[in-house]
T-cell receptor, first 115, second 113 residues
Framework: AQSVTQLDSQVPVFEEAPVELRCNYS??????LFWYVQYPNQGLQLLLK??????LVKGINGFEAEFNKSQTSFHLRKPSVHISDTAEYFC?????????????FGPGTRLSVLP | DGGITQSPKYLFRKEGQNVTLSCEQN?????MYWYRQDPGQGLRLIYY???????QKGDIAEGYSVSREKKESFPLTVTSAQKNPTAFYLC????????????FGPGTRLTVT
């Protein structure tokens, strides 16, 4: 079975500071990894994804993530955050089960950018 | 514009009433999903469908029902058997197996009193 851990439930950071949101996953098979962002009372928006190839993945809004197979991690980073980055961030892993696609989300990390 | 629509954005119902949440997509995706989100919590899978006329229970299917009569539509019915139906409901679709990412609708906030 697949699972996703996001160790930090809340991350406060000052505007223009760097930030890292941590994500670890467990899976016995190859997986695909994703980061989503959710603003209040809205659906989830895809930030970036790792399917294969380069382990450093760049996404929208200046975010990037690095896939580390040995540490089973997929941490999200941004070198300089803005107030508008305040939101909930979800890490997710996808694979295949007997029925079709299996998609598992982490519990989320609330990023609060302070002025 | 291609995307997923959910209506209405806010829904209020009395306890004991069934209510149906709409989800429509024009992305031509085969797979569709329903999630429930409670305050401060992640997403929990209610039902999913990989193809028309077929669907599977997710982790918290009790008290919910779905249908998949058309590729573009996947309505969710919250029945009176659902003990705590007040929540934010999200619909998603994916182009599995061509691609793996899920695309989400804007959500419906259901309040039952």
């Amino acid at each position: 079975a697949q699972s996703v851990t996001q160790l930090d439930s809340q991350v406060p950071v000052f505007e223009e500071a760097p930030v890292e949101l941590r994500c670890n996953y467990s899976s016995s098979v190859s997986v695909y990894l994703f980061w989503y962002v959710q603003y209040p009372n809205q659906g989830l928006q895809l930030l970036l994804k790792y399917l294969s190839g380069s382990t450093l993945v760049k996404g929208i809004n200046g975010f990037e993530a690095e896939f580390n197979k040995s540490q089973t991690s997929f941490h999200l980073r941004k070198p300089s955050v803005h107030i508008s980055d305040t939101a909930e961030y979800f890490c997710a892993v996808s694979g295949v089960n007997n029925y079709g696609q299996n998609f598992v989300f982490g519990p989320g990390t609330r990023l609060s950018v302070l002025p | 514009d291609g995307g997923i629509t959910q209506s209405p954005k806010y829904l209020f119902r009395k306890e004991g009433q069934n209510v149906t949440l709409s989800c429509e997509q024009n992305l031509n995706h085969d797979a569709m999903y329903w999630y429930r989100q409670d305050p401060g919590q992640g997403l929990r899978l209610i039902y999913y469908s990989q193809i028309v006329n077929d669907f599977q229970k997710g982790d918290i299917a009790e008290g919910y029902s779905v249908s998949r009569e058309k590729k573009e539509s996947f309505p969710l019915t919250v029945t009176s058997a659902q003990k705590n139906p007040t929540a934010f409901y999200l619909c998603a679709s994916s182009n599995f197996p061509v691609s793996y990412e899920q695309y989400f609708g804007p959500g419906t906030r259901l309040t039952v009193t």
